[in-house]
């Protein structure tokens, strides 16, 4: 069984200052991870994603997240906030059940950015 | 590029209706999925589809059919609307193991 745990339900940052969104996962396999972004009333749209690969992954607009095995953690981080930043984010781990990747969604981020 | 398309975006139905929420996908994609996003829950896998004549149920299938007789499309059908189906509804679409989804715009469903 897999699931995810988002540590922070809402992250509060000033605009210009580092974001730091908070996951750990649980997979009985080797996990892909993923960071989806939603903007109000709007569907999910892929930020990156871990795939054995690299451990520190980067995505658009600036994001980027590190695979650390050890702690089971794959946060979101970002140098500097922008306006535009402020959204719902969903960490996401993915594992095979028989011949489907079925993904299991974190309860979600909210961040708000503000001046 | 279109990518998933769902319709409708918006839609109220009363205590036992039914109707169909439509999916279709230009991505010659074989996966297809189901999810209802609940606010504060994160989103829930209703059924999935690894190609044309195969599906299988999710986390919470309960109340909901589907059917997939064609690569594109994956609609999902709710057949005696209850208040607890109330939620957003998204449909993504996959082309293979590992790789990220891509998702639709939503339907937002109400049932009174």
């Known amino acids: 069984a897999q699931s995810v745990t988002q540590l922070d339900s809402h992250v509060s940052v000033s605009e210009g200052t580092p974001v730091l969104l908070r996951c750990n996962y649980s997979?009985?396999?080797?996990?892909?991870l993923f960071w989806y972004v939603q903007h109000p009333n709007k569907g999910l749209q892929l930020l990156l994603k871990?795939?054995?690969?690299?451990?520190l992954v980067k995505g658009i607009n600036g994001f980027e997240a590190e695979f650390k095995k050890s702690e089971t953690s794959f946060h979101l981080t970002k140098p500097s906030a922008h306006m535009s930043d402020a959204a719902e984010y969903f960490c996401?781990?993915?594992?095979?059940?028989?011949?489907?990747?079925?993904?299991?969604f974190g309860t979600g981020t909210r961040l708000q950015v503000t001046l | 590029n279109a990518g998933v398309t769902q319709t409708p975006k918006f839609r109220i139905l009363k205590i036992g209706q039914s109707m169909t929420l439509q999916c279709a996908q230009d991505?010659?994609?074989?996966?297809m999925y189901w999810y209802r996003q609940d606010p504060g829950m994160g989103l829930k896998l209703i059924y999935y589809?690894?190609?044309?004549?195969?599906?299988d149920k999710g986390e919470v299938p309960n109340g909901y059919n589907v059917s997939r007789s064609t690569t594109e499309d994956f609609p999902l059908r709710l057949e005696l609307a209850a208040p607890s189906q109330t939620s957003v509804y998204f449909c993504?679409?996959?082309?293979?193991?590992?790789?990220?989804?891509?998702f639709g715009s939503g339907t937002r469903l109400t049932v009174v």
């Open positions: 993504a679409s996959s082309p293979g193991v590992n790789y990220g989804y891509t």
């Open positions: 997979s009985s396999y080797s996990p892909s």
């Open positions: 871990y795939t054995s690969a690299a451990t």
């Open positions: 996401v781990v993915s594992d095979r059940a028989g011949t489907a990747s079925k993904l299991t």
């Open positions: 991505m010659n994609h074989n996966y």
């Open positions: 589809s690894v190609g044309a004549g195969i599906t």
